[in-house]
Nanobody, 120 residues
Framework: QVQLVESGGGLVQPGGSLRLSCAAS????????MGWYRQSPGKQRELVAG???????NYAEAVQGRFTISRDSAKNTVYLQMNSLKPEDTAVYYCNAAPILATLGGSGYWGQGTQVTVSS
């Protein structure tokens, strides 16, 4: 049985940092394309950061230079390091694993999400 579990969300002040984790059971992340997505009220779910099996990364323009996606194969965990957080980053963040890059963000496996709130 495949399960993705996100953690690390919470309340943080503007300018602060958080690190989100996505731990997997039932699959090996190094065989999947990985992505972090977020959804805030009134907006569609959007890609935050993507990571291919080969290690290439892609970021939304809104988070470029502030967020970093990475993978620890030994722990079967992917991370999203978020720095210089802004109120606009407030959203529920979801982890996604896709067997092929073309399906990232669609089919595949999803976690339940973790809430990130950036507020003073």
């Amino acid at each position: 049985q495949v399960q993705l579990v996100e953690s690390g969300g919470g309340l943080v002040q503007p300018g602060g940092s958080l690190r989100l984790s996505c731990a997997a059971s039932g699959i090996s992340f190094n065989r999947y394309a990985m992505g972090w997505y977020r959804q805030s009220p009134g907006k569609q779910r959007e890609l935050v950061a993507g990571l291919t099996r080969g290690g290439s990364t892609n970021y939304a323009e809104a988070v470029q230079g502030r967020f970093t996606i990475s993978r620890d194969s030994a722990k079967n965990t992917v991370y999203l390091q978020m720095n210089s957080l802004k109120p606009e980053d407030t959203a529920v963040y979801y982890c996604n694993a896709a067997p092929i890059l073309a399906t990232l963000g669609g089919s595949g496996y999803w976690g339940q999400g973790t809430q990130v709130t950036v507020s003073s």
